[in-house]
């Protein structure tokens, strides 16, 4: 993987961690007030911004620049 590929990669993975852990973590906190579990959909879209950043963090540690 070049440098340029990594660095779009990085760019769609931020895309994807912006859209989705804010959303979970309002669905969290919003079922926290009212006493309830956390909904599935907000597990699901936290499970995805945290494989998101893992992968961002990946990509940047193995082929990243300097």
């Given at each position: 993987m070049t440098a340029v590929?990594?660095?779009w990669?990085?760019?769609l993975c931020?895309?994807?961690v912006v859209?989705?852990?804010?959303?979970a973590f309002g669905a969290r906190r919003s079922a926290l007030k009212r006493g309830e579990?956390?909904?599935g959909w907000g597990n699901a879209l936290q499970g995805v911004g945290l494989v998101a950043v893992l992968l961002m963090?990946?990509?940047n540690v193995v082929?990243?620049?300097?």
């Open positions: 590929q990594a660095d990669l990085t760019l931020a895309a994807v859209l989705t852990l804010p959303l579990p956390m909904p963090a990946l990509v082929w990243g620049g300097a």
